[in-house]
């Protein structure tokens, strides 16, 4: 079954609030909005993370003569500005969803004058890659946004000075029996969002988990887990992988989504660097999640002497992927969602 995302987030937004993801570029920038919870003292309906920008011009690494990225599409949000706007626009639809449901409604908190108060809580990059970690729309951003970031990226993005606040994101101790690891002192992160790496079997094939922990109504506590993993993963058929181990931890989790693509990529002839469509349908029905989100999948041009001479993609779809499964799903039994360029979807 696929699913497509929407403009109207009037239509999608429901009480109690769920968490809402929002494509930037139809590629693998989004922003996060997870729900806060009721009466947390905060004016903010929703904590938002802005996932990996790339929303300002191609994308280079070293020189555009070696490596140049030039995405298909024009981002539907070509900027910091732009990015806030839509944040500002779901805090604005939360209040009036809270205002007809005739609770939780927000009291504004009034902010210095050189206090940061845009709806934007934090920027998170895993990936030290140009179309990742995209300089020129960082600088798009308020640098006083906390930026939440992997050991490559912080060491690669402090000496621009974009961000006055770096944290360092961990990968996960997989030799433990939790997940619960605590967080870095300088983490600008609630304590209800926990976010870490898995290493995969190479440098690009890790897996990003954000994990939203939240009480119910009838006072049960559960942790909903969204994986991303933008080139995929091998190492699960692995029995200690990192993925396997983390996903027999505890707390149990309820795993919510996998954000994964259909494309694969080659370097070289033999050498895959994203594993797409097969690789994604086993992760999906590894972990049990509910959605699987389309990320990273947008055409790219390549250029420059390293890009257009080794790298190629081939393009893979789902009933491609399901016909070579063992024993041929339908693909009925797949919640298979494209969230579309400027949309919003809706985790239920």
Not at 19 to 26: I, M, R
Not at 104 to 110: E, G, L, S
Not at 190 to 203: I, N, Y
Request: with cysteine; hydrophobic share 35%.
């Amino acid at each position: 079954m696929k699913t497509e995302g929407t403009r109207d987030l009037e239509a999608g937004l429901k009480w109690p609030l769920r968490p809402v993801l929002t494509s930037l570029n139809a590629d693998h920038s989004w922003l996060f909005s997870f729900p806060r919870p009721t009466n947390d003292g905060h004016s903010q309906y929703f904590y938002h993370i802005v996932f990996e920008p790339w929303l300002a011009g191609p994308a280079s690494e070293f020189s555009e003569w070696l490596a140049h990225l030039t995405p298909s599409q024009e981002p539907a949000f070509t900027g910091g500005d732009a990015v806030q706007k839509k944040a500002a626009e779901i805090e604005r639809t939360a209040a009036e969803l809270a205002r007809k449901n005739g609770s939780d409604v927000r009291t504004v908190q009034t902010k210095g004058v050189d206090e940061y108060n845009g709806p934007v809580d934090a920027i998170v990059i895993l990936f030290d890659g140009p179309d990742h970690c995209h300089r020129a729309t960082l600088e798009t951003f308020d640098k006083r946004i906390p930026l939440v970031a992997s050991k490559e990226v912080a060491a690669k993005v402090k000496p621009w000075n974009c961000f006055e606040t770096i944290s360092t994101i961990h990968d996960l101790d997989i030799s433990g029996q939790t997940w619960q690891a605590e967080k870095p002192l300088s983490s600008p992160l609630p304590s209800w969002l926990t976010t870490f790496k898995l290493s995969g079997e190479g440098m690009l094939n890790f897996i990003g988990v954000f994990i939203w922990s939240h009480t119910l109504d009838t006072g049960e506590q559960v942790h909903e887990t969204i994986l991303e993993t933008p080139h995929g993963t091998e190492t699960l058929e692995l029995e200690d992988s990192p993925i396997r181990s983390f996903l027999r931890m505890t707390p149990a989790m309820t795993p919510l989504a996998v954000l994964h693509g259909l494309k694969e990529s080659f370097t070289t002839r033999w050498w895959r660097t994203t594993h797409g469509a097969e690789a994604g349908l086993k992760l999906y029905r590894k972990s049990g999640s509910k959605y699987w989100i389309l990320t990273h999948d947008l055409e790219l041009e390549y250029r420059g002497l390293i890009l257009r001479t080794m790298v190629y993609d081939i393009r893979r779809t789902l009933d491609w992927a399901l016909s070579r499964e063992k024993g041929a799903t339908e693909a009925q039994d797949v919640n298979f969602v494209d969230v579309g360029n400027g949309n919003s979807f809706v985790l239920v």
